[in-house]
Structures are given as C-alpha cells and as structure tokens.
C-alpha cells in the first residue's frame, strides 16, 4: 500500500507518518514545500528523500519499486499551489490513500492573508483532486476540515452534531468549507472515495509556536530559562475549546479511511470542552518559577468562536475510537517539547 501525506511536515503530517511508520507493507511519501522546515520531521529516525520531481524526471512504475524505502519515509517536494506539480506528484507515487493534510491553519493569519488562506486550502485541494483524476487512480481520499467550520454556535447546539448549520466566522474557517464542498462534488460528480473528518482543536508536541497552547508553553519554557521577563502574555481566556492530543487525532486520520464511509462527514474530538484558562492553569501548575499574566490586545480577534464541544458519537459507532491521552499530558509533554528547543 502506497501512501501519500500532503503537508507532512507540520503537526499532524509528521506525527501521522511516525504513527504508520512500520506498518507492514505500507510505504509512506510526503509531499513538502520546497525550503520546508524539517523541524517536525527531526524525532522520526527514519527519513529518506526520494527525488521524484527533480527536473523533468517522473519516475517509472519500476523505479518507484525500485527506489521506494518501506522502512523510509519518502520525501517529495512539490508545490500544492501549482496544478503541474501536484500531476506529476500525484501520476508518480499513484497512491492507495491520501492524507490531504496540507493547508493555512493559523486562524488569525487568515484575517492578515485571506486570499491567500482561500487560494492554498482550496485550490490547493483542487489541484490534487484533479491530478488523481488526471492519473486515473482511485484512492482513498481523507480530507481534513475544521471544527472553526461551525463557527457561531448558539448555546442549544452543544455538543456539536454533524447535521450542525455551518456559519463560519473567519476566512479560515471558509476555507474549510469549501474544502469540504469541494470533497463533496467530487464524490457526488465523479465518484471519487472522499471523506472529511471536521477535526477539533488537537495539539502536543510540534505544535507550531503561533497556536494558544504552544504559544504558551514556549514562554514558560522561555522564563524558565531567563530568556524573557516573568511575564506570559495572553489573549482571550474565556473561549472554550474541545482539545485532542494530536498522537490520538492521528490515530483516527488513519482509521477514518479503514473504517469511514465515503461521501460523509465525521467529527473528530475528546467530547468536552474547556477555557483557554484552564491550558494556563496547568502550564503555571508545572512551572518551575512564579510567572505573572498580562492580556495583550493584539491577540484578541476581530469575531471568535466561543464555544467548541464535539459530539463524536458517529465517527466511535464507524470505528470504535476514543481518545486515550490525559489532557495534562497533552500539555506538559507540549511545555517539555518546548524546554528542549528554546
């Protein structure tokens, strides 16, 4: 089985490729930007690069055999923004499954960037829909939407339903309904075997430094280590958030196409949610010094969502997955991460 992770080197790209690493008979090939940090890819031993698109070189059927690395993971740069790149990608690998993973995921660069969040989330996903068509594969195809899909819940829609109304209320979150529109159509118009998951907010190590509970355990590693004033900076503590470890969010991406059913929407989360207060509360817990709080204005967003509660009962019934990490491990296994990188 070949498959292929678009955007492995971020958060989940890397902790999914680490999770299927040494399945027996599964070959892994990610897609990267060129330039790429390798940061993320850094704790997996077992990494190789496969120069696939150097050039004008598009590798054989046979070549791929012969040059693909079952105890690797074959790293391909190609640029989702760009419809030749993902054809020759997409015609060399010819991957069983896609982990479609790619994307702007930082809610609040989607204010600053937001044609280029829409441009990158949904064309981007266009050019890989229509380099497997192109290719005359089929594939499973897992698409990774967002809970910032529900975007303004009222407070008799928790915990949130897939049949949920959709009101998003950043570009970000529009994005991600396009994404998942797009899956939807290629299902419907040319029977493609997409499946969305709308994934609650997960994280854990090498969650990027721009996220809330990253961003804080960066600082309290940072004060720790005398390397900023005793001061964590903060934006909104009130919003509540229904947060995953991302090593058990992965675990479902991978059990989303074994068991998941195409054409259809899952969520994905811990079913219950807490305030951006109380990820603060176990930082300063674990803390090895005194830290005062000081609210910074400029983390505040023009509109945010207030409340994100998954019911997940649909995606446990398709197969049988629950969520397995303590959520203050989740968060001091992210402040440990940091301790050995600032």
Partial sequence: MRVLITGITGMAGSHL?????????????????????MDNLEDIAAVGKLNALEGQCILSEGMLRMYARPDKVNLIEADMADAFSMKKLISAV????????????????????????????????????????DAGIDPLIHIAGSSEEYGLVLPDEVPMK??????PLSPYAVSKVGQEMLAYQYHKSYGMKTIVTRGFNHTGPRRG???????????????????????????DLTSKRDWTDVRDMVRAYWLTLEKCTPGE????????????QEVLDILLSISHVQIDVK??????????????????GKFHEATGW????????????????WRKRV
């Fill in 209 to 235: 430094h721009v996220f809330v509970t990253s961003n804080f355990a960066r600082q309290v590693a940072r004060i720790e280590k005398g390397l900023q004033p005793p001061v964590l900076m903060v934006g």
């Fill in 94 to 133: 010819r991957p069983d499954r896609i982990f479609h993973l790619a994307a702007q995921s930082f809610v609040p660069a989607s204010w600053h960037y937001p044609a280029q969040t829409l441009e990158l989330n949904i064309l981007g996903q266009l050019n890989v829909l229509e380099a497997v068509r």
């Fill in 17 to 37: 490729a680490e999770y299927i690493l040494g399945m027996e008979g599964v070959e892994i090939y990610g897609c990267m930007r060129p330039r790429s940090k």
């Fill in 162 to 167: 897939e049949t949920n109304p959709l009101r």
């Fill in 265 to 276: 929407v899952y969520n994905i989360g811990s079913g219950s949610s807490r305030p951006v």
């Fill in 295 to 312: 609210q910074d204005p400029a983390r505040m967003r023009p509109s945010d969502v207030k409340i994100l509660w998954a019911d997940y």
């Fill in 322 to 337: 629950r969520p397995e990490i303590p959520f203050e491990k989740t968060i001091a296994d992210t402040l440990n991460y």
